[in-house]
């Protein structure tokens, strides 16, 4: 039997009697002697049987063994729950981290510079085009001429408009002389009535004397028919008088209407002529404004239709509109105010600063952004419009706090922390995230500022958890987005 052998049969020999001492016998105590000693049984020449009895005796030792290693292994086994339950019961250790104000925040955005005021001058009539007298790029003042168009048959319309327009206050002047003559005739008439009233009073007042007269008989019945008949003569040229004046009288009304509708006509004609001198007015294209021409179509000789295509667009330079687009997450910060870097990246010269002029005040649907302006004097020429530009904002980040990237726990609701009480009890918060910020990460909501947050969170982490705090090295700073 090799020493190997000899050796592990000992200390299985050893296992075997300390867990049953009453297998202590002296027998055993002899095997496991020999074994220690590295000597086994042998054989005597004297007693050649010996070695087969040594062998019984060892596996009957290995059987013993098994069936005293068995039960307590399995005491054993009974054990570990025990140990493991109490390891779980252990607080956990835990690295926390905290919060940290979220100062004023930067952000770059595309910007475009556009000029004070555009305008894009077109022709008002059809004509062709006489003469030009501005080219591109030049400064023009406000009322400047820039071209001439020549208008044969607006020229001709208008002289044509003229004509009826003195037509027409010829026609009011005639019909206004009429209506003098009425207002005579209508005196002669009245004038006529007032003979005749005044006639048949007198016949009236005959009448009755002639009447006595023949009640004393001092004039004949024939005298007296005669005043009588005198006086219904004189009755009805009143009637005819009257009729003449209301007839006079209708005419004059007359006369007044048809003034009023010759007048219109004049007005309407009149108001034909001035539209026609304004369109003529038109033949002249000059500068709405002061600025530069930055595009001219005009050409001599070509034909110019009425509101068709731009002659020329003039710009207002002096001053510059930088409009940017703010994005949804920006744009409640951004206000009339805020402090706006302006730089041209092709640009080595320094950035310009500015405010927040104007914003459009309502986010749009389509892109979700906000239309922002930066008014900047332009004297300098400084910047061109059309141009690209980059706008810094630095907008206001009120109650956000910046919390650091490692302590942010992705769920299926979304972003949550871990936060650890003061009853040192784990609390599992969701969060609203803003701007990243690398090693920190702005939370808008679900933050207060004053929390413990754990480092690295695993999903072990449960509400109620009790755990022990480690504090970090060092506390962190107020972090200033850039």
Avoid: C
Avoid at 34 to 45: E, M, S, V, Y
Avoid at 94 to 105: E, G, N, R, S
Avoid at 144 to 170: H, S
Avoid at 439 to 465: C, H, K, Q, W
């Amino acid at each position: 039997m090799s020493p190997n052998s000899l050796a592990l049969g000992a200390n299985h020999f050893d296992r075997v009697t300390e867990l049953n001492p009453a297998a202590r016998s002296s027998t055993f105590v002899r095997a496991h002697s020999r074994l220690r000693a590295g000597r086994p049984d042998k054989p005597t020449p004297k007693r050649p049987g010996n070695h087969w009895k040594w062998l019984v005796v060892a596996m009957l030792a290995g059987g013993l063994a098994l069936a005293y290693l068995e039960p307590w292994s399995s005491l054993a086994n009974q054990s570990s729950p025990m140990a493991e339950s109490h390891s779980i019961d252990a607080p956990r250790t835990v690295t926390i981290d905290h919060p940290a104000a979220a100062a004023a925040a930067s952000v770059v955005l595309p910007a475009t510079i556009h000029p004070w005021q555009t305008a894009e001058l077109h022709a008002r009539v059809t004509g062709y085009l006489k003469a030009w007298h501005h080219d591109l790029g030049s400064t023009v003042q406000a009322g400047e001429l820039l071209a001439e168009i020549d208008t044969p048959e607006l020229d001709q319309e208008l002289a044509e408009g003229v004509a009826l327009a003195r037509e027409a206050d010829a026609a009011v002047d005639q019909v206004r002389a009429e209506r003098i003559e009425a207002e005579a005739d209508l005196k002669v008439a009245e004038a006529q009535l007032d003979r005749v009233r005044a006639e048949v009073e007198l016949a009236r007042s005959q009448l009755d004397r002639r009447e006595k007269l023949l009640e004393r008989r001092a004039i004949s019945q024939e005298e007296f028919e005669n005043f009588h008949r005198d006086l219904a003569v004189r009755t009805a040229d009143v009637a005819a008088a009257e009729a003449d004046v209301a007839r006079r009288r209708t005419n004059r009304q007359t006369r007044t209407a048809i003034i009023a509708a010759r007048l219109a006509t004049a007005k309407s004609r009149q108001a034909s002529v001035d539209r026609l001198e304004e369109l003529q007015n038109f033949k002249r294209i000059v500068a709405p404004f002061s600025g530069v021409v930055t595009q001219r179509v005009a050409e001599v000789g070509m034909l110019v239709t009425a509101g068709e295509g731009s002659l020329f667009v003039v710009e207002d330079m002096n001053r510059v509109r930088v409009q940017l687009h703010v994005p949804q997450a920006y744009s409640a910060q951004t206000r009339t105010g805020v402090v706006a870097q302006v730089h041209l990246p092709e640009s080595a010269g320094p950035t310009v600063a500015g405010t927040i002029t104007r914003t459009a005040e309502s986010v749009d649907a389509q892109s979700r952004t906000m239309l922002a302006e930066v008014e900047l004097d332009n004297t300098s020429n400084h910047f061109q419009p059309g141009s690209y530009a980059q706008v810094t904002l630095m907008t206001q980040q009120s109650n956000n706090w910046a919390i650091p990237t490692n302590t942010v726990h992705m769920q299926v609701d979304g972003p949550h922390v871990v936060v650890v009480n003061d009853q040192d009890e784990i609390e599992v918060r969701q969060v609203s995230l803003g701007r990243d910020l690398g090693p920190r990460v702005v939370a808008v909501e679900g933050i207060r500022g004053d929390e413990r947050l754990v480092v690295n969170p695993s999903d072990d982490l449960i509400r109620g958890t009790r755990v022990q705090v480690s504090e970090p090295q060092a506390a962190l700073p107020e972090i200033a987005q850039r």
